[in-house]
C-alpha cells in the first residue's frame, strides 16, 4: 500500500511539474517500473490506457480493462533495473537487467532484456519486449 501511495505522489508531482500536461512517455516508463519493482500491480496497472498491446515472445494480447492490466503486471516473474532508456517522441526503448520480485525469485536474473513503450497521453499503450534483445549473463558471473 506505501508503494502505491508513493507512486501516486510520484505521478502527481511530475503531473504538477508539466503545467497539466501528461507527464513525459520516459517518467510513465520509469514509473511502471516503480510500481514492478515493488510490486505495486495495481499502480503498474493504472499506467495502462484500455486496449494497450502487449508483444512478447511472438505473442499478441490486448489489455481491455484495468482487471486485465493487474493480471499481465501480476503475471511478470521479474522486476528490473533500469540500465539504459531512450525516448523518441511517444517511443522509450529501455533495457532492464531483471532481479527477484518482493514477492517471488525470478526465473532470469541477470538476464539483460529490452522492451519498447509506446505512451500516449501519460498512459502506456504498447508494451513489447523486443526479439533477440535477451542477454544473459557470462558463465560464472553472478547476477
Not at 50 to 68: M, N, W
Not at 80 to 97: H, K, N, P, S
Request: aromatic share 4%; proline share 7%; glycine share 10%.
Amino acid at each position: 500500500m506505501g508503494s502505491r501511495i508513493a507512486l501516486g505522489l510520484f505521478l502527481a508531482v511530475l503531473a504538477a511539474g508539466c503545467g497539466g500536461d501528461p507527464p513525459s512517455p520516459e517518467s510513465v516508463v520509469r514509473a511502471w517500473s516503480t510500481a514492478i519493482n515493488t510490486d505495486d500491480n495495481e499502480g503498474a496497472a493504472e499506467l495502462f490506457a484500455p486496449g494497450a498491446e502487449v508483444i512478447q515472445l511472438g505473442r499478441t494480447i490486448t489489455l481491455d480493462s484495468e482487471a486485465e492490466a493487474l493480471a499481465f503486471n501480476a503475471s511478470l516473474p521479474c522486476s528490473g533495473q533500469i540500465l539504459a532508456i531512450t525516448e523518441q517522441g511517444d517511443m522509450v526503448t529501455t533495457v532492464f537487467r531483471l532481479e527477484d520480485r518482493e514477492t517471488q525469485p525470478c526465473d532470469g536474473p541477470g538476464v539483460e532484456v529490452t522492451a519498447r513503450f509506446r505512451v500516449r497521453d501519460g498512459k502506456i499503450v504498447l508494451w513489447r519486449q523486443l526479439p533477440g534483445t535477451v542477454r544473459r549473463p557470462p558463465a560464472g558471473e553472478e547476477a
